[in-house]
Every structure is written in C-alpha cells, then in structure tokens.
C-alpha cells in the first residue's frame, strides 16, 4: 500500500502559516500608522515653535493635514505638557497655541 501524498493545497501548516503572515502585516501595518502619528506630532511641534500663537488652522494649512488631524495632534501635545492653549473659547480652527514654559 502506498502512503497517500497530500496536495499542497491541504497542508496542515498552511493556515497557521497564512495566520501569522496576516498578524505580522497587521502589526507592521499598525507600526507604521504609529510612527506616523509621531512624525506629525513632531512636525506640528517644530512648526508652533517657529510661530508661537499659530492656530490650528495655520498650523493645518502650512504642513498640509486636515484641521481635524492637526486639532487632534495639537490636543495630545498639549495632553502631554508641550504646548499651551494660548486662546481658549474660540472655534477649535481658531484656538491659537505656544511651547510650554
């Protein structure tokens, strides 16, 4: 009798395999929206260093990102003792910010 060979197709190593190329791409994937994230925080720091007071409009339409992203960067260095709101109780497109002292 001879032993049955088994398509390529019907590998027992072949999902787990397919299983940890989809993780693997998913965590590079989601390294990469991280480090993203980071270089826009940085770039968007340099940029109210160099105009103390910029809004978060001036901010958006100098580096090239939406308001919102802008808004949502400006937030976190804030969150994080960076930046100062310098005008509060305007739109957020209005809200003007400096470095922290």
């Keep these: 009798m001879r032993p049955t060979r088994r398509s390529p197709r019907s590998s027992p190593h072949r999902l787990p395999t397919g299983l940890c190329v989809c993780v693997c791409a998913a965590g590079l994937f989601g390294e990469d929206l991280l480090q993203r994230e980071y270089r ?3 770039a968007v720091l340099a940029f109210v260093a160099a105009h103390p007071g910029a ?5 958006a339409t100098s580096i090239g990102v939406s308001e919102r992203v802008v808004a949502r960067n400006l937030g976190r260095l804030t969150e994080d003792g960076l930046l100062v709101l ?5 739109a957020p497109a209005e809200c003007s910010y400096r470095l922290a002292t």
């Design 40 to 42: 826009r925080d940085r």
């Design 55 to 59: 809004s978060t409009r001036f901010v």
């Design 86 to 90: 310098v005008a509060e109780g305007m």
